[in-house]
């Protein structure tokens, strides 16, 4: 059977000054987004230079994956990949 491709995109080495509507402008010429987010330190709510992109098509990630991946965005070279999908750790309780 063979893999589908994620509507999720990990970006990677973005600007400092990036902010989530910034990102979501960059990726809004490949389709219908879902959710555009970057991750932040907990402590100072900085952005710590990557983020995330959901698209609502496979084909619309796939778009923009092939369009930015390696490209030069407000001074860095960011990259764009396919998000890995995580599991949940599994907790195991104590009797």
Known sequence: MAKRFTTQLFVSRLSAYTTDQSLRQL???FGQIIEARLIRDQQTQRPKG???ITFESE???QNAL???NGKIVNGR???VEAAK???APITIMKK
Do not use: R, S, T
Request: hydrophobic share 60%.
């Open 27 to 29: 990726f809004a010429p």
């Open 50 to 52: 990557f983020g995330f």
């Open 59 to 61: 084909d619309d990630a």
């Open 66 to 68: 092939k369009a930015l």
């Open 77 to 79: 070279l960011i990259f």
């Open 85 to 87: 999908e995580v599991e």
